[in-house]
């Protein structure tokens, strides 16, 4: 007699249960969109930001201090007096008779040395009282403003002088001086690259967008053509050769030059704008009207094709 429970199908393994969405992941979601969101602007304002400390720090207090012993030197500022000393000065961390707290400034204007017999000793104190006068005065007219706007002019005048031929020639002279220089020298170029292509005015100007077969025949790679080749290489071929610059995701300031057949180039009809967006996102940012006619989301090897 034959056993029925041989010929009975096993039983379907039961479909695992859909998890609800998680709280957790919807605040994630939406964290990291505003983030997204906020990112672009808040990096801007923080690099402008850093720009203007750097140079204050560097060109613009400098100007501010030379300024400040200028002026010392041509006597004490007459729209300033001890009550100024007392509200825009340092502090020291003692206190006077009426409670205010006193300053470095104030103790400098009435040290007992202005009173010196001595001219020689009185001398150097009314100096230092007109310094600390006129620290007060930058300090609560905000003239330490006028140091940065020297410091814009005078590199606006660098520039104009760098564009002419003196200014050229003096230039190339001052940086075969600092190639000299062992430590600088193994820097300086370095460092020139990078701010020559941040801030140069020659913009670099690519032709136009192309795919190319990259790092190997059946692998597509977005490139932006840049030009011909160098002679050396195209004297070695007998194609004629053309210059690509394949950037990198997500970074598309780096990437690979590289030089390739003109026939194994395919030009895209997208603008620098879309490609470079393209690569940024990975390819999750596509043009429109480069879509693939009923393009489908690609799936994993064995995954189901069911909705």
Not at 82 to 91: K, N
Not at 209 to 236: C, E, F, H, N, S
Not at 274 to 301: C, E, K
């Amino acid at each position: 007699m034959t056993d029925p429970s041989r010929n009975t199908a096993p039983d379907p393994e039961p479909a695992a249960p859909i998890e609800p969405a998680q709280p957790m992941d919807d605040f994630k979601r939406s964290f990291f969109r505003g983030l997204a969101a906020l990112l672009p602007t808040l990096l801007t304002i923080a690099l402008l930001i850093w720009a203007y400390e750097f140079v204050d720090s560097h060109i613009g207090q400098p100007i501010s201090r030379g300024l400040l012993y200028f002026f010392a030197y041509t006597g004490s500022p007459t729209f300033v007096d001890t009550d100024d000393a007392l509200e825009w000065g340092t502090p020291i961390g003692t206190w006077l008779s009426d409670g205010r707290e006193a300053t470095e400034e104030y103790k400098v204007i009435n040290h007992k040395a202005l009173q010196s017999a001595d001219d020689s000793i009185r001398k150097r104190a009314e100096h230092q009282r007109d310094l600390a006068l006129w620290r007060i005065a930058f300090a609560k007219y905000k003239l330490h403003a006028i140091g940065f706007l020297i410091a814009i002019i005078l590199v606006y005048f660098l520039g104009f002088f760098l564009a002419s031929f003196l200014g050229r020639a003096t230039l190339r002279i001052v940086e075969n001086l600092i190639g000299r220089i062992p430590l600088v020298r193994a820097i300086y170029p370095n460092i020139k690259q990078v701010t020559d292509f941040l801030l140069n005015e020659r913009q670099f100007e690519f032709s136009g967008v192309v795919a190319v077969q990259y790092p190997r025949k059946g692998v597509w790679a977005i490139g932006l053509l840049t030009g011909p080749p160098m002679k050396a290489i195209q004297d070695a071929e007998d194609r004629e050769l053309v210059t690509i610059f394949v950037p990198s995701s997500p970074t598309p300031v780096t990437g690979y030059t590289i030089t390739a057949p003109r026939d194994d180039v395919l030009v895209l009809d997208m603008s620098i704008d879309d490609a470079l967006r393209f690569t940024i996102s990975g390819g999750v940012i596509m043009p429109g009207a480069m879509m693939a006619a009923n393009a489908q989301p690609p799936r994993l090897a064995g995954e189901s094709t069911d909705p």
